[in-house]
C-alpha cells in the first residue's frame, strides 16, 4: 500500500510495504537512514534531524571511525568512500587487504565492511541518524528516507554551495550519482532509485530544510 502524506499542498510518497531486501539485519534502535541524490541537501537535513531529536549523526565519521578502529590513513579510505570497486585492477596497499586464503581485495570492499560492522554496533547501541553507506540495505526495519530534486535544482546548489560554473556542476553532479548509483547497487543488488525500498521519499525542492526535518521527526516518533 502506499499512503500520500499532504503536506503544505504537497505531498510525500510514504511506502508502507516495502519489500525486504537480501542480506540485512533486523536490530531494535530506533533509527533513519537516509540515501541521497547528490546536491539535494541529504545530509544538511540528517544533521538537523539528528540535532532536532538529540540523537547521534553519522556520516564521513563513519569513516573515520572505521579509520581509527583499523589504524588506516584517513585519505585512503576517504579515496573509496560510496565507490564500488574497479573491474580490473586496484592498489593494495594495507595488510587488511590481504585475506586468509591470500588473496587481495579492494580497499572499497574493506571499508564496506568495516562500515557495515560500524552500522549493526550502532544500530545496537544508540539512536542516530545515518546516511548512505547502504544502511538502510543493512538496517532492514529502520525508517528509511530517499532524498531527491530535479537535475537543474541541484545543479544550482552545486554551483552556489562549490563556487563553480554551470558546466563544471553538471558533471560533477552526474559524476556522483553514477557513483552513488554503481556504489549501492553493486554492494546490494538493488535499484538505487527503485522508490519501493524506502519507507519516505521526498522532493527536497518542494520544502524547506525545517519543513522535512519536521516530517521526519513525526516518522520517527510514530
Not at 516495502?18 to 534502535?29: A, E, H, L, V
Not at 539535494?40 to 581509527?68: C, M, Q, T
Not at 568495516?114 to 547502504?134: P, W, Y
Not at 541541484?154 to 560554473?165: F, G, H, S, Y
Request: aromatic residues 10%; charged residues 30%.
Amino acid at each position: 500500500m502506499i499512503l500520500l502524506w499532504i503536506f503544505s499542498n504537497y505531498y510525500v510518497i510514504i511506502f508502507t510495504n516495502k519489500s525486504p531486501s537480501k542480506g540485512g539485519i533486523y536490530m531494535s534502535k530506533r533509527i533513519i537512514t537516509i540515501n541521497r541524490m547528490y546536491g539535494s541537501g541529504g545530509r544538511a537535513i540528517g544533521k538537523a534531524l539528528a540535532e532536532e531529536l538529540g540523537i547521534g549523526f553519522y556520516d564521513r565519521e563513519l569513516i573515520e571511525i572505521a579509520a581509527k578502529k583499523k589504524n588506516i590513513p584517513l585519505g585512503d579510505l576517504a579515496d573509496v568512500d560510496e565507490k564500488r570497486p574497479g573491474v580490473w585492477s586496484f592498489p593494495v596497499n594495507h595488510e587488511i587487504q590481504i585475506n586468509p586464503e591470500y588473496l587481495t581485495i579492494p580497499m572499497n570492499d574493506v571499508l564496506f565492511e568495516l562500515q557495515r560492522d560500524i552500522i549493526l554496533s550502532l544500530s545496537d547501541k544508540e539512536d542516530c541518524v545515518i546516511v548512505g553507506r547502504c544502511a538502510n540495505h543493512i538496517l532492514l526495519d529502520r525508517t528509511s528516507v530517499f532524498i531527491y530534486a530535479p537535475f537543474e535544482t541541484r545543479v544550482k546548489t552545486i554551483m552556489e554551495r562549490l563556487d563553480r560554473e554551470e558546466k563544471s556542476a553538471r558533471k560533477l553532479v552526474k559524476r556522483m550519482d553514477k557513483e552513488r548509483k554503481a556504489y549501492y547497487e553493486f554492494f546490494t543488488d538493488e535499484n538505487w532509485l527503485d522508490m519501493g525500498q524506502y519507507d519516505l521519499c521526498i522532493d527536497s525542492s518542494r520544502f524547506t530544510t525545517e519543513e522535512i526535518v519536521k516530517i521526519l521527526k513525526e516518522a520517527y516518533e510514530r
